[in-house]
Nanobody, 129 residues
Framework: QVQLVESGGGLVQAGGSLRLSCAASGRTSSRATTAWFRQAPGKEREFVAHISWNGGSTYYADSVKGRFTISRDNAKNAVYLQMNSLKPEDTAVYYC??????????????????????WGQGTQVTVSS
């Protein structure tokens, strides 16, 4: 079992930055592909970014490419999402998710919500205009 706890959300003005953290604990947590998803009010949960277990592969949604950076520190069992140039449309609850398997299945596979076995409780990000 893997437990995920997000932190770092808050209120920021448009153009500002935030850094989200996802602390993972449990068996093989440092060997899992991990992602960030987000869900705005009244909308479906959508993919933001993912990173392979060794950090060698990353992938971003077009809406955040060039503004967000996903990274990880396996020694700390943590995954981060650096968010720059934030826009009001980035307002959402941000969730961390991890795959049960340590086998990397390719970038497209990990854009799907159903590819993840573990989810955190989420952290709210609000961007004011």
């Amino acid at each position: 079992q893997v437990q995920l706890v997000e932190s770092g959300g808050g209120l920021v003005q448009a153009g500002g930055s935030l850094r989200l953290s996802c602390a993972a604990s449990g068996r093989t947590s440092s060997r899992a592909t991990t992602a960030w998803f987000r869900q705005a009010p009244g909308k479906e949960r959508e993919f933001v970014a993912h990173i392979s277990w060794n950090g060698g592969s990353t992938y971003y949604a077009d809406s955040v490419k060039g503004r967000f950076t996903i990274s990880r520190d396996n020694a700390k069992n943590a995954v981060y999402l650096q968010m720059n140039s934030l826009k009001p449309e980035d307002t959402a609850v941000y969730y961390c998710a991890a795959d049960r398997s340590t086998y990397y299945r390719g970038s497209y596979y990990y854009t799907l919500r159903t590819s993840y076995d573990y989810w955190g409780q989420g952290t709210q990000v609000t961007v004011s205009s």
